[in-house]
């Protein structure tokens, strides 16, 4: 199929990035924000940098948003901290905290910006994890229920857009990495019942916005990773299709159809899992209608049969160099494997901008919502040059491609509402500190050295601002005859 026209985005679409909290803030021990959860997991991963400082948006929100304008962003998306505005167990409100959010609010409608808020993203606090044993314990549904009650209160006046969790899914899938397992004796079946337990956190934030904001709209943020099958070896796709719904479509089901689907049900039942399900439940969930799905998607995966001799839980490269990448084998549902059809990063995530279209099109066929991708971005070594500059050019080869892509799949009926990607500064890497940087800003510090903190417009910066105030057309290069290979392959 062959479009004649270059893709268009509608006229009101946003335009921006992304960020979260523990990743972009700093200032972990200032002005009264209390430890979390994160802090510590970052701390035991060291050489990675440490949160207290990450790239020092705390005190550097007014040049941030400023940058953003610069740029002609219409959209940014980030994450409160929890233990900023509820530091401990009283569930006192911390005024610095509403105040430092309410800055940066302000500041952003002031400059055109519209905010769009997650409520959770990794950073639990200690006092809850102590109080509640973290996921484990259903005494912090009330927590979190009180937490995002709280934000919607104060800041649903200007906020309309929400998102509840960050990447559930992936939280649970790898649950060791993410910290969310401490604790657990038995995690493959404990995950289960913590995953429902974020399923009632979930429900509670979509009910209490519906409650509380007027206008405002909620949706779940999946991290998508489409999985293509190896071969056409009926095998393969039947592993495809196993680790498409162990790894995603048990979430996508549940948020959107609000109750478990019957592999989930069946697959509890061939492992003998008790998620603990009480009366209540499912009547809760049932009431927590999103409005739409915020899409984090960078990158596809491959799925094959298992090699049913030997276990490797979880997919990582630890280390930033390409080919150390450790694939996932699990015996009985699937593998994953390297797709040669495709370029890897320096951490051998997949470059594959295809998936992003093949992502907006599967979510959409399958749930008929509008999605926003609120996470895509290509994570590399840098460091200024000897020019001070940042020559990022893979940079913007991903973000044209997904951002193309994305374009596509509205021509293809899709409805995409924006696109924020990661990061709009440098930020902490969930796992690798500064060594793997996403922003279009670079944020003069490292993993070893705080340096002076000081904002570098990148290449990327300066190609993205020209797509954006275009909406969508000067892509800064002649995208038809790219148009014409993905339309052809
Ligand atoms: C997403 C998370 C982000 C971010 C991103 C990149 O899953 O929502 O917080 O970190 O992945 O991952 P990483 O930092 O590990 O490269």
């Not at 995690?187 to 974020?198: G, L, P, T």
């Not at 995530?349 to 971005?377: K, N, Q």
């Not at 070594?381 to 990022?392: A, N, Q, S």
């Amino acid at each position: 199929m062959k479009y004649k026209e270059l893709p268009t985005f509608p006229k009101d679409f946003f335009w921006g990035a992304s960020s979260a909290a523990w990743q972009v803030e700093g200032a972990t021990k200032e002005d009264g924000r209390s430890p979390a959860i994160i802090d510590l997991n970052s701390q035991t991963k060291k050489p990675y940098a440490d949160n207290s400082v990450a790239a020092d948006h705390y005190h550097h929100y007014k040049e941030d948003v400023a940058l953003m304008k610069e740029c002609g962003f219409t959209s940014y998306r980030f994450s409160l901290s929890w233990s900023r505005l509820i530091p401990a167990e009283d569930r006192k409100i911390n005024p610095k905290g509403l105040e430092f959010y309410n800055n940066l609010i302000n500041e952003l409608i002031a400059a055109g910006i519209t905010p769009i808020i997650t409520l959770y993203h990794y950073d639990m606090p200690c006092w809850v994890d102590e109080k509640c044993g973290g996921w484990r314990n259903r005494s912090i549904i009330e927590e979190f229920d009180y937490y995002c009650r709280v934000c919607f209160e104060n800041f649903g006046d200007r906020v309309k857009y929400w998102l509840s969790i960050n990447e559930q899914n992936m939280q649970i899938v790898y649950g060791d990495w993410l910290g969310v397992s401490k604790g657990c004796t038995d995690w493959f079946k404990d995950k289960w019942k913590i995953n429902h337990i974020m399923n009632l956190c979930h429900a509670k934030a979509i009910i209490a916005c519906h409650e509380l904001v007027e206008g405002g709209k909620i949706g779940p943020v999946p991290g998508y990773v489409p999985i293509y099958p190896e071969t056409c070896k009926p095998e393969d796709q039947i592993a495809a299709m196993n680790a498409e719904e162990l790894t995603q479509k048990i979430w996508d089901d549940l948020y959107v159809f609000r109750e478990y689907n019957s592999f989930t049900k069946n697959y509890w039942k061939e492992h003998d899992i008790d998620p603990d399900i009480r009366p209540g439940d499912m009547e809760l969930i049932e009431q927590a209608k999103i409005d739409f799905i915020a899409v984090n998607c960078y990158r596809s995966d491959v799925g094959k049969a298992p090699d049913n001799s030997y276990k490797q839980e979880i997919g990582l490269n630890k280390t930033g160099k390409k080919g150390e990448f450790v694939y996932p084998n699990l015996p009985g549902e699937y593998a994953l494997a390297r797709n040669p059809f495709v370029e890897v990063t320096d951490w051998d995530w997949h470059i594959d901008a295809t998936c992003m279209r093949y992502s907006l099109r599967y979510l959409w066929d399958h749930y008929h919502l509008p999605m926003v991708i609120t996470e895509a971005g290509f994570g590399g070594h840098e460091d200024l040059g000897e020019d001070g500059k940042i020559h990022d050019e893979e940079r913007i080869n991903y973000l044209r491609e997904y951002a193309f892509n994305i374009g596509l799949a509205i021509q293809d009926g899709v409805e995409v509402f924006g696109f924020n990607p990661w990061s709009f500064t440098d930020l902490l890497s969930t796992g690798n500190g500064m060594a793997k940087r996403y922003g279009l800003v670079f944020v003069n510090t490292t993993d070893d050295d705080a340096r002076d903190l000081t904002r570098h417009k990148k290449d990327s910066f300066t190609w993205y601002s020209k797509l954006i105030k275009s909406n969508g057309k000067d892509w800064g290069t002649d995208m038809t005859a790219w148009q014409d290979f993905q339309k052809n392959k």
